[in-house]
């Protein structure tokens, strides 16, 4: 099996996208700017699911289910929440269609114009604080804390697979709370969740912060985010976690008794991560071979190839594999046993290294006859002998090793790639020549931030939870500055 990707060096946009979809991970559907998910990709978001859904559980959250689509009205509420969303909304007009009279196909029934217009959801904040004003009416229904798996619409030009499209998959979360307090612990909470599951599972190390007023969600009073930094050293904000204050509340009139029996707006936060994990996941680990999945997320961990002639051999490999995919099943550990007589073992090896499954068992006549397997690892592309009877402890091994070694290789790329200017000549060099994340001094104000991004394409990716105090001078204006920011070019 031919790969034939383009080179990261060469072209990094251009191999990303072959790869997402030579691996199968996903192609663009007949619908502008949206893509169809194929099985082995889902099974990749799947299982992104199913270990996010548990954190989320673990710190005391239901899941629900909201409309897909939101009245009109109720986005107007919210004045910097529809100005934010008001150029990416999808609109519904109509609700029936009819055959042309002059027989030239299917148009529009003008009579079957909707009285109020419907948005298709681009995030559903407007319409769960309106079935809130239901929920809420004591402080003993507090803290509400609920998640939904959904779709949503924000209508995007330029569109690229997983990274920005039009319809992505995603959770959010929208939780109500008695407490200004509650509510930031609880914004402050999901973000080291998702920071945890990025660092974890996926083997991508983040940085964890909050985002300028400009850089925000729209109608939050605060932004927390993590950020990650891939191969090509530009940024990707992975997961935003808001403080919402009682905006929504107030704009709903979501009020409650508190325990001194006096009226107050509910504290609110919401919180989000998406299908752009998935090409956060690709971007990070991945290189000119194929993918590289970490162990915890692969839908295989484990592909055994047999190398045989004739069903004999096939048969002889078979007695000795099928006992240890069940050894490895037990562990826990996907295992895949290929079997397929319409593709050589050179064409398996080459597609699971494009698909990049962790670990490669192979095993012929000669491995029947020493006792031994083949064991290939898909992050170091490293080969040896193991003994049969040594196999499982060494796959299991493998496991954990590999989920730390991507991290650590991931890690060590970023600590490369955080520079410290003091002047704006040299910002604009790094940038431009080296990328990666600039830390660098700031003077606070929203005209300096456009400015920069004006002049050199980067952003303040965020302001780090952990920035130290020190004393400096922004490297545009030179007004004072207490910390730094940290600044690069984003997706």
């Not at 990094?12 to 559907?29: F, G, R």
């Not at 027989?103 to 681009?122: F, W, Y």
């Not at 956060?280 to 002639?309: C, E, F, R, W």
């Not at 006549?365 to 040896?384: C, M, P």
């Amino acid at each position: 099996m031919g790969k034939n990707l383009t080179s990261r060096a060469e072209d990094y946009s251009k191999w990303y996208n072959e790869l997402v979809v030579k691996s199968d991970l996903a192609e663009n559907s007949g619908v502008r700017g949206c893509m169809v998910i194929k099985p082995y990709g889902y099974a990749i978001w799947e299982k992104m699911q199913a270990q996010l859904d548990k954190m989320f559980k673990e710190t005391g959250h239901e899941n629900a289910y909201f409309p897909l689509f939101i009245p009109k009205s109720y986005l107007s509420k919210e004045a910097s929440h529809v100005e934010g969303f008001a150029k990416e909304c999808a609109v519904v007009t109509h609700y029936r269609l009819k055959n042309a009279e002059d027989g030239s196909g299917i148009v529009v029934d003008e009579d079957a114009k909707l009285e109020e217009e419907l948005i298709v959801r681009p995030t559903s904040e407007t319409i769960i604080w309106d079935t809130y004003r239901r929920w809420i009416q004591s402080y003993r229904d507090l803290p509400l804390k609920v998640n939904q798996w959904a779709n949503v619409v924000r209508w995007e030009m330029r569109t690229r697979l997983f990274l920005r499209t039009a319809e992505f998959l995603w959770q959010e979360g929208h939780t109500a709370h008695a407490t200004r307090e509650e509510a930031i612990e609880e914004a402050e909470l999901m973000m080291n969740v998702y920071a945890d599951f990025a660092e974890k599972y996926m083997g991508v190390p983040v940085i964890k912060g909050t985002k300028t007023e400009s850089e925000r969600f729209a109608g939050a009073e605060e932004t927390y985010c993590i950020e990650a930094l891939m191969q090509d050293g530009k940024a990707l904000q992975a997961g935003t976690s808001h403080f919402l204050g009682q905006n929504f509340a107030k704009a709903f009139d979501v009020k409650f008794a508190n325990k001194e029996g006096s009226q107050d707006y509910v504290w609110a936060t919401s919180w989000g991560v998406s299908t752009r994990l998935m090409g956060a996941l690709v971007m990070t680990h991945s290189d000119d071979n194929g993918l590289v999945l970490p162990p915890q997320l692969a839908p295989i961990q484990v592909v055994i190839v047999p190398i045989y002639k004739g069903l004999d051999q096939l048969d002889a490999i078979s007695e000795k594999v099928e006992p240890l995919v069940k050894q490895l099943r037990d562990k826990g550990i996907t295992v895949k046993y290929d079997t397929r007589d319409t593709h050589k073992p050179g064409f398996k090896f080459n597609e699971y290294e494009l698909k990049g499954v962790p670990v490669r068992l192979a095993v012929g006549q000669r491995d029947l006859a020493n006792g031994t397997f083949e064991v290939a690892r898909r992050d170091t592309l490293s080969k040896e002998i193991v003994k049969a009877e040594e196999v499982v402890d060494k796959v299991v091994a493998l496991m954990d090793e590999i989920q730390v070694h991507i991290f650590n290789k991931a890690l060590d790329y970023r600590k490369g790639h955080i520079t410290e200017v003091d002047s704006y000549e040299e910002f604009k060099k790094i940038i431009e020549e080296k990328g990666g994340f600039v830390s660098a001094h700031w003077d606070g104000s929203t005209e300096t931030e456009d400015r920069i991004k004006e002049e050199t394409k980067a952003t303040i990716r965020c302001i780090p939870l952990d920035a130290k105090e020190e004393e400096g001078k922004c490297m545009v204006t030179g007004k004072p500055s207490v910390k730094r920011v940290l600044f690069a070019k984003a997706y």
